[in-house]
């Protein structure tokens, strides 16, 4: 690595491809007010377009993906970067550059919605989810959280569906025109079009599928039943911390266990994820899915629905690795995990085979979860949101204040000096 270009102290920050709002570089913007330099490379025309009034440098890649790897080395080394802020650590561009920063000692922040939704933003230290650095030990975890206040579980903040839903939109179509990024490369499986036509649609029902769901909340009352909570299949969760090509597999996998191994009055309730585009048309493939396992009459999909309630009247939840599994553990309710995820812990989850959680699947340790959430949030988390200006504001300024101090992953009661780079971030467990 080429020596530092910088003042002793402070930094060089290159930002990828971040949220869909101007977050990255509102979070630039404070770093270089620091006196810290920042960098910024686009890899479509919607990178640039949220990037605007950020601090510059800005370049544009505009070549081959199968070029990028040498480009971003050699950035990487020109520049001095020593700390490489990106959302998404799976996409392939970013993969490439991970293995670069690594090779060079350089710190990688990594940032996403939160754990805690809605108004939690992650920031970690290499990856999230399945690829977190959080431990899994529950001796680590009582370690980790002595001495920090509980979980703060009060929602105070929420990004509005139209703000959001106009940024998606314009970004994607952006990213789609051919000028001045010919040879970009999406990590999406679905054309954005044929996304938004699916949202559409659901929009139109959404009416119907909210009163689809409260029917069959109501059809349980006092009956008993499991929750399947569906996740994404563009999501990075399924597609790199799960063994599944899809969500049809573990959604046969769950339904074929269900009807071998639950109770033979039990029911089953499949919860659709509320921003899926039902490209497949889950209304007609998961009856068919439950028809073929001779559960049709007890298997029940929910496009829209009170979850809580759901969770709260139910028997336990499965689901792959979504988030809405650490909302199950919140709430109390038995959970198990089909794929890798940071709430995956012994005492907090089912840990045994999917066929024995119907019959043995139970409640986390109280002790265990209070712990868990209090070191989860301290450590991955801030408060915040991404679009909404005020939310987002604050999340800007603590972002910046952690990135400044190297404070990514440890809790402020934890640090005596704050010192950048990996020596900060607790050493992997898992």
Known sequence: MTSSLHSPGLRCFLFLQGPITPFFAEVAAGLAALGHATHRINLNLGDRLFWHGGPAPMVDYRDPPEAWPAFIEAYLDRHGVTDLVLLGEQRAYHRAAIAAADRRGIAVTVTDFG????????????????????????????????????????????????RMATWDVAYHLAAMLPWPFPRYRSHHL???????????????????????????????????FWVFAMQMETDFSIRAYSDYPDMDTPVAETVRSFARHAPADA??????????????????????????????RRVHVAHHGPLDVMLGGSRGMVTVNST?????????????????????????????????????????????????????QATTQLRGVFYAPEGRAIAVAETVRRLHEGRVGVPEMMLAEPSPGRESAPSRTD
């Open 190 to 224: 679905h054309h954005p079009l044929a996304t938004y036509a699916g949202m559409a649609r659901r929009l139109l029902l959404r009416r119907w599928e909210r009163a689809e769901g409260a029917r069959i909340v109501e059809r349980l009352a006092g009956q008993p």
């Open 324 to 376: 809405v599994g650490l909302r199950a553990i919140v709430l109390g309710c038995p959970t198990k995990a089909l794929g890798r995820a940071v709430w995956d812990v012994e005492g907090l989850t089912h840990q045994g085979p999917l066929d024995r959680f119907w019959t043995e699947g139970a409640p986390p340790d109280p002790g265990l979860r209070a712990d868990f959430l209090a070191a989860l």
């Open 115 to 162: 754990y805690f939704r809605p108004d939690w933003i992650t920031l970690e230290r290499d990856g999230m989810g399945g690829d977190s650095r959080f431990p899994r030990d529950r001796a680590a975890i009582r370690a980790l959280a002595a001495g920090l206040p509980p979980a703060d579980l009060t929602e105070r903040l929420r990004d509005p569906f139209w």
């Open 267 to 296: 029911h089953l309730v499949i919860k659709v994820h509320p921003l899926d585009p039902c490209l497949k048309r889950w209304s007609r493939r998961l009856p068919s899915i439950a028809e073929a396992a001779g559960v049709g």
